[in-house]
């Protein structure tokens, strides 16, 4: 998408261990415009595939996820992060590697918010690794429910995660596909 890989060129900043801070228009001060044009992008690709709920995990995915959910018109579910597992079984549990923190953590949902009937698109700012994808994949299968696609605000194709999960038959839609970035220079998949 355009507007966001241009936004990225003019304000991304990268940063050592390949971290890409967007803090001044996605992860702390949010453009707003640019976040409806993103989420009214992903309401584009994934039109007609009968989504009833949009799930991401705290925090830096509710933003873009709220976004999504409001122009789709449905709910929208965060996982949230956990210190214990699921003590009295009202949860559905996953662990998840941070990327940034670079740590292990709990994530869960409340079974009552994700059954068996709903039709999910997952939702998030980055994917890097894959791994709280994978955590939110997992959760979903635990429900029983549908996972119809990921969406994406920027990818970072470098490390092969995306591709694994196309290859995979996942359907995943990212706005921002970087192939490459160092402090001088972002690169973008054609
Ligand atoms: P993964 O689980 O795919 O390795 O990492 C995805 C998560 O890590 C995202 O939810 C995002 O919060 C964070 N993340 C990964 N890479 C970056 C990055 O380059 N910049 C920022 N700001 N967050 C990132």
Avoid: W
């Amino acid at each position: 998408m355009k507007q966001l890989e241009e936004k990225i060129l003019a304000e991304g900043k990268v940063l050592p261990g390949e971290i890409l801070k967007v803090g001044s228009f996605l992860n702390q001060n949010i453009d707003t415009q640019l976040l409806g044009q993103m989420a009214q992008e992903i309401a584009r690709l994934f039109e007609g595939h009968r989504i009833t709920k949009v799930l991401t995990i705290e925090a830096s995915g509710i933003a873009i996820a709220t976004a999504v959910g409001l122009t789709m018109g449905v709910p929208v579910l965060f996982a949230k992060k956990h210190k214990t597992s699921n003590v009295d079984g009202s949860v559905y549990s996953t662990r998840v590697h941070s990327f940034t923190h670079n740590e292990d953590y709990n994530v869960v949902v409340s079974r009552d918010y994700l059954t068996a009937d709903e039709k999910v698109l997952l939702v998030d700012d980055f994917l890097a690794n894959g791994k709280a994808l994978d955590g939110l994949i997992d959760l979903c299968n635990q429900a029983g429910a549908e996972l119809v696609g990921v969406a994406i605000a920027i990818e970072k194709c470098f490390t092969g995660a995306g591709d694994r999960l196309r290859a995979q038959g996942v359907k995943l839609e990212s706005l921002a596909l970087i192939e490459s970035m160092t402090e001088d220079a972002v690169v973008f998949r054609s």
